[in-house]
């Protein structure tokens, strides 16, 4: 019979990717990969210290991906809080954006960093990991509707986005994704 550490390895070695891709889509890409897998590191000592709770529960992956969008959401807010610190201290130029000149795949990971924090995480979780809305509702701690009207709310909002960086022509990776979002995907991609 295995013990908790060998059963909290078992649980790192089985879900520590798909953490840290989860973390990595929530933050939205500012922080880089090694930000997601810091984020997914914490989230995952953090079940460590919970890890009788968190065997015994019902869905201990489901409480993991809670804990990961609950990190993720701290960072995101400490983030805005620190940007309005410097703004206040120092005023910037005007940013410009060149027009997209990146592969679909930047252009949906931009798109997603735009989305609010709750549509973003309800997409992530529905579209690119595959749960259910009950699934989603029970990683976010939110109800079923809530999940379906931020899924329904942040695909819109997502296809507008990308329509933006669209060609004009209709032709392009963005137009792609645009078809993947209304019609489903064909086959698995990896974001």
Known sequence: MA???EEFRAFFEQHHAE???LARLLLGGTDGAEGADDLAADAL??????WDRVRTAEYPLAYARGVVANLARSRIRSRTRERRRIALFWSRA????DGPDVPAVLDVRAALGRLPY???ACVVLRHAFDLSEQ???RALGISVGTVKSQTSRGMAELERLLTEV???EGEGDAQEFLRVLR???VERRSW
């Open 118 to 120: 709750r549509k973003r």
């Open 183 to 185: 019609t489903g995907p």
């Open 3 to 5: 013990g908790p550490s």
């Open 135 to 137: 699934e989603t509702a």
């Open 94 to 97: 005007g940013e410009s954006a």
């Open 166 to 168: 669209a060609a004009p």
């Open 19 to 21: 953490l840290s891709r």
């Open 45 to 50: 000592v953090a079940i460590w210290h919970h």
